[in-house]
């Protein structure tokens, strides 16, 4: 059974904009923190952005008033808005839950790819 489902990515131009967006099962997203991950080619898995249940977020430094990470808690539903696109945004994102209580599983999407060039 697929728990986390991905959309949005794509090839966009620098200063373009793209939303993503992550749908999970309900029984996982009440009870975890979400999140958006990145890897780009020869580099490491990085955190992007987190939402806790309660709304509270956090966010990469390389990305602090560009992008937006938001959940509608009614359709399980986590989405992350990127606007003024770099090259250097160009990576594999990837939605993460974590669970934050009972047994505290951890949880990913299958990815999707966001490449900014001209």
């Known amino acids: 059974q697929v728990q986390l489902v991905e959309s949005g990515g794509g090839l966009v131009q620098p200063g373009g904009s793209l939303r993503l967006s992550c749908a999970a099962s309900?029984?996982?997203?009440?009870?975890?923190?979400m999140g958006w991950y990145r890897q780009a080619p020869a580099k490491q898995r990085e955190l992007v952005a987190g939402?806790?249940?309660?709304?509270?977020?956090n966010y990469a430094d390389s990305v602090k008033g560009r992008f937006t990470i938001s959940r509608d808690n009614a359709e399980n539903t986590v989405y992350l808005q990127m606007n003024n696109l770099k090259p250097e945004d160009t990576a594999v994102y990837y939605c993460?839950?974590?669970?934050?209580?009972?047994?505290?599983?951890?949880?990913w999407g299958q990815g999707t790819q966001v490449t900014v060039s001209s």
């Open positions: 939402i806790t249940r309660g709304g509270r977020t």
């Open positions: 993460n839950a974590q669970v934050r209580v009972g047994n505290l599983d951890d949880y």
């Open positions: 309900r029984s996982i997203f009440i009870i975890s923190t």
